[in-house]
DNA sequence: CAAACCCGGTAGACACTGTCTACTTCCGAT
DNA sequence: ATCGGAAGTAGACAGTGTCTACCGGGTTTG
């Protein structure tokens, strides 16, 4: 395996183990056994070597979340359900990956996970969305995107533990159902 | 004005100037004029200033929340439309203070605006949701925590620019009537 | 009244960071 | 066979957070 890869790999490794405080453009180049200079050959800059960690993050989200979207015949909703376990599942088992992926003052403006992955799994969330709600509303892609910001939200938050504190819950499943049923209507329309 | 109430008061103004990136310990003590030692004999690590700077957009935040949510006597379904926009408008015109507050690796993890802020803030919520919605649901803690996070990923996700490519839209305000609107039911229940 | 003590502050050392700049080494093309 | 550039090393540089030694004055204490 080439050392621009290894590079990648150590950082994945660290930032899921150890979190974004430990990726260090010299401790990840000594974990990968090169001299601190060498990164500098495949990546100019230290941001730049994080941003491909970080893509290497997008591309797994991405990659759970279609399977998950893709898998069997089962109702759009049920499917929803289990895309947005899978996005809360991602989120709170690497928490240190995940507070990479959105910390763009470490990531390139224009890196961008963001036309590369989120507009695709946006696609598909806009697609189940159409198919799954219940009741009129507002254009698919702001239901969507309300309904992905929801999902971030609740991630986020119950990472930082204000909502396990504030609704007394132990995990996030209540959240969800209560977000999925509010932005896609009653589950039998 | 003492030297630990001026620390804070640059680092808030240097925050919402110049981005989180700017907030070194030697930076905020430079521009308070003191030496980079000083801030010490305040608050024993750099933590704990970003920790006190941070309560400050906590107690900014919670006042312009406050005041909103208890001015005149209209419905609560208006409250609920204009504290969004209060919450909204404070994470896009200070995204560094609003990044600041929410990033648990710079601050002291029992710091917390949470149990100070988050939770007065989070009953203000949960009251409005109670006598907003015009539909039966979940508990109203557990409706109040989901849209406080719809809430807090449109801010985040707008921030980062991700809905604006994805919905087309050009300012968040539909999103939060469809985040409102989902999460209460119909406006005129 | 003098002496001890601590509070608020300075200055410098230390290890560490990201970037930059030589300096080697080595392989492939002319 | 020689030249040139790619790949990697090593060291310098400014900047960071923390730690320690030091200093000046008040206040308390003997």
């Known amino acids: 395996m080439g050392v621009r890869a290894r590079l990648i790999e150590v950082g994945v490794d660290l930032v899921?183990?150890?979190?974004?405080?430990s990726l260090t453009?010299?401790?990840i180049a000594r974990r990968?056994?090169?001299?601190?200079?060498?990164?500098?050959?495949?990546?100019?800059?230290?941001?730049a070597l994080l941003s491909a960690i970080a893509r290497q993050g997008f591309a797994d989200l991405t990659a759970r979340v279609t399977e998950t979207a893709g898998e069997g015949l089962a109702d759009p909703r049920?499917?929803?359900?289990?895309?947005?376990?899978?996005?809360?599942?991602?989120?709170?088992?690497?928490?240190g990956m995940f507070e990479l992926m959105f910390?763009?003052?470490?990531?390139?403006?224009?890196?961008?996970g963001l036309r590369e992955v989120s507009l695709p799994l946006f696609g598909i969330l806009t697609d189940l969305v159409t198919r799954a709600r219940t009741r009129?509303?507002?254009?698919?892609?702001?239901?969507?995107?309300?309904?992905?910001?929801?999902?971030?939200?609740?991630?986020?938050?119950?990472?930082?533990?204000s909502l396990r504190l504030a609704?007394?819950?132990d995990d996030a499943g209540p959240l969800l159902r209560?977000?999925?049923d509010a932005h896609l209507g009653p589950e039998n329309g």
């Not at 910390?103 to 961008?112: A, I, P, T, V, Y």
């Not at 009129?136 to 533990?161: D, M």
Request: glycine letters at 12%; zero cysteines; charged letters at 15%.
């Open 103 to 112: 910390r763009h003052d470490l990531l390139e403006s224009d890196h961008l």
């Open 136 to 161: 009129p509303g507002p254009a698919p892609q702001v239901v969507a995107g309300a309904l992905w910001a929801n999902l971030h939200g609740i991630a986020q938050l119950w990472g930082w533990g």
């Open 78 to 95: 049920a499917r929803l359900l289990a895309l947005g376990g899978v996005y809360l599942d991602f989120a709170l088992t690497n928490p």
């Open 16 to 21: 899921t183990r150890e979190g974004t405080q």
């Open 178 to 180: 209560a977000a999925l």
């Open 25 to 27: 453009l010299r401790e």
């Open 167 to 169: 609704t007394g819950a």
């Open 32 to 47: 990968a056994g090169v001299s601190h200079g060498a990164p500098r050959h495949y990546f100019p800059t230290h941001m």
